[in-house]
């Protein structure tokens, strides 16, 4: 992958930034974790179990767009976890990028989505989100680029996966 980006989506706790980071590593391409992005008004709500509001998600979302740009540019592919839960939002991010965006779409089984969250530590974003995210959630729709996996497997088997999906054997 020379250039472009991969989007890995998904719930809280589905893996995006281990998978991500994994992917990146495969492709030799950046890793962005679009938590980072997050404004510290956004990370305090979302600490405080409140969940954010399309207001709160465009600027960050415009954020997160602006970092793909930038890498895409500049020639560079780039791999960002992002939760992109909705198409409108994963729309935006194929705008602002401004070239080729593919998503990948980690998904799973709610009872494995808990365990994880109930596991995860120092993380903002507590597992009584879980439901405001799953009814958010808008699964890759027809004419969406993207691979869709199951977080049942293990995170190096997704990064194999999401890779094979970017190149696949000709």
């Known amino acids: 992958m020379s250039a472009g980006a991969v989007v890995v989506m998904g719930v809280s706790g589905s893996g995006k930034s281990t998978v991500g980071e994994l992917l990146a590593r ?4 950046d890793f962005i974790d679009a938590d ?38 500049a020639g560079r592919g780039v791999v960002v976890a992002c939760s992109a839960l909705r198409r409108a939002y994963r729309d935006a991010l194929r705008s602002a990028a401004d ?7 980690l998904d799973g089984e709610r009872e494995l989505l808990e365990r994880r969250l ?24 027809e004419g969406e680029d993207g691979i869709t996996l199951d977080i049942a497997d293990d ?14 054997a000709g």
Do not use: C, N, Y
């Open 26 to 29: 495969d492709l030799q391409v």
């Open 99 to 105: 070239g080729p965006v593919f998503f990948v779409h």
């Open 36 to 73: 980072d992005l997050h404004s510290d008004a956004s990370k305090t709500k979302m600490g405080s179990g409140i969940p954010l509001t399309d207001d709160d998600r465009w600027p960050w979302l415009a954020r997160v767009g602006e970092a793909m740009k930038a890498e895409t540019e």
């Open 155 to 168: 995170a190096a088997a997704l990064a194999a996966s999401a890779a094979a999906a970017l190149h696949p």
């Open 118 to 141: 109930a596991d995860r530590t120092g993380h903002f974003m507590p597992s009584s989100l879980l439901d405001s995210q799953l009814g958010t959630l808008e699964r890759l729709q």
